[in-house]
């Protein structure tokens, strides 16, 4: 199983500031990594998948990046609706993985 | 916009079947692949498996064969049958529409809380 290792666990950041969250695959994953947010008590929302494709609708301040094993979600100008729990999510292989998770808290 | 709803008893004892139900409202079942997923405090989250209306079913070898999923497309509804479960399975059960091109999840419901125990 590939394994999904997301950093920092918890990341303090001012409204109106970029955060940079981290996701590394332990073994190469070609581009096939989603991003999601998930808020208390809802269902995690998609993101970005294919590791830079936003969703129609989905905000240009969600920008992701990488390739191979390392990957990067970037928030620009943090909006007040964005401080959530950020995970991402492997379909390279099989089994599908996730990683274990980034808060965004405000600083 | 399809929408989803999980619904099924939020308790079960240890040792017996959990039994779900997800019903898709707004769209088609039958056009898109769809999976199951749980969250639990301990694991986080995790891929039960993948259904298409007319293929069989992909699982998560981590259940252990513990897992069924099937399609009904007369009433538009998922189930998920999850057999001798144990603590372990306690957790909130996700259904999902798989994307189009990409095995991640643009749709989901908003889940169903399961706790196990006597």
């Known amino acids: 199983e590939i394994v999904m290792t997301q950093s920092p666990a918890i990341l303090s950041v001012s409204p109106g500031e970029r955060a940079t969250l981290s996701c590394r695959a332990s073994?190469?994953?070609?581009?096939?990594l989603a991003w999601y947010q998930q808020k208390p008590g809802q269902a995690p929302r998609l993101l970005i998948y294919?590791?830079?494709t936003r969703p129609i609708g989905m905000p240009a301040r969600f920008r992701g990046s990488g390739s191979g094993t390392e990957y990067t979600l970037t928030i620009n100008s943090l909006q007040p609706e964005d401080f959530a729990v950020y995970y991402c999510q492997q379909y390279n292989k099989w089994p599908l993985s996730f990683g274990q998770g980034t808060k965004v808290e405000i600083k | 916009q399809v929408q989803l709803q999980e619904s099924g008893p939020g308790l079960v004892k240890p040792s017996e079947t959990l039994s779900l139900t997800c019903t898709a409202s707004g769209g088609s079942i039958s056009s898109y692949h769809w999976g199951w997923i749980r969250q639990s405090p301990g694991k986080g989250l995790e891929w039960i498996g993948f259904?298409?209306?007319?293929?069989?079913?992909n699982y998560n070898p981590s259940l252990k064969g513990r897992a069924i999923m099937s399609v009904d497309t007369s009433k538009n509804q998922l189930s998920l049958r999850l057999n001798s479960v144990t603590a372990a399975d306690t957790a909130v059960y996700y259904c999902?529409?798989?994307?189009?091109?990409?095995?991640?999840?643009?749709?989901w419901g908003p889940g169903t809380r399961v706790t196990v125990s006597a």
């Open positions: 259904i298409y209306h007319s293929e069989p079913p």
């Open positions: 073994q190469s994953i070609s581009s096939d």
């Open positions: 294919g590791a830079s």
């Open positions: 999902a529409r798989r994307g189009l091109t990409f095995e991640a999840f643009d749709i």
